[in-house]
């Protein structure tokens, strides 16, 4: 029974693992040099952009779209919008000013850093938003992330000091007789 026990802890611990891994990936902040080839902004409600197939049927917000191209003709879409007070923390509250530099950058047509968290999914219409802009001089320009490299060591630590506290554990459940 407590062979049973113990790998059912396990295999638990492996399913909030790969979960919390996941929620991790969406959140911590990760860096790309990439050229921004345009700027837009788009009025949305609840249910997207607004438009004929989309009237608005709620409160509306401005929600501001970078366009880009890396090396390797990659075109990527992010969003650039204010995180405020609310989940997740970044406390962004400049996303005009960041949308301002975008649109320097566009018109210089140079490298630019963009530091951003979360992921593009077609399907859902999901963007990274962007919390940085920056110019950079190459495309060798450092992308490490510092926050994104501490968070993910933090949890690795977590995760085996609670993986060998699961393992090594006596419980003191007594085997049940069938």
């Known amino acids: 029974m407590r062979a049973l026990l113990r790998k059912l802890a396990l295999g638990l611990l492996v399913c909030l693992l790969v979960m919390s891994g996941i929620w991790l990936d969406f959140y911590l902040p990760e860096k790309s040099i990439t050229t921004i080839t345009g ?13 004929k197939e989309n009237p608005a049927d709620g409160p509306t917000t401005d929600v501001y779209y970078l366009y880009t191209v890396s090396a390797g003709e990659k075109v990527r879409v992010f969003r650039n919008e204010d995180t405020g007070w609310s989940f997740p923390f970044y406390f962004k509250f400049n996303s005009a000013d960041v949308q301002a530099r975008a649109k320097a950058l566009e018109f210089e047509k140079g490298l630019a850093r963009i530091t951003s968290y979360g992921w593009r ?7 990274p938003n962007v919390t940085k802009v920056e110019r950079v ?10 926050f994104r490299w501490l ?6 630590l977590c995760w085996g000091w609670i ?7 006596d419980w003191a459940w007594p085997d049940a007789e069938v």
């Open 137 to 146: 001089e190459s495309a060798d320009a450092s992308t490490f992330s510092f």
């Open 39 to 51: 700027v837009e902004v788009k009025r949305v409600d609840k249910d997207g952009p607004i438009g």
């Open 121 to 127: 999914l077609n399907m859902f219409s999901w963007f």
């Open 151 to 156: 968070g993910f060591g933090l949890w690795l």
């Open 163 to 169: 993986a060998r506290l699961v393992w090594r554990s």
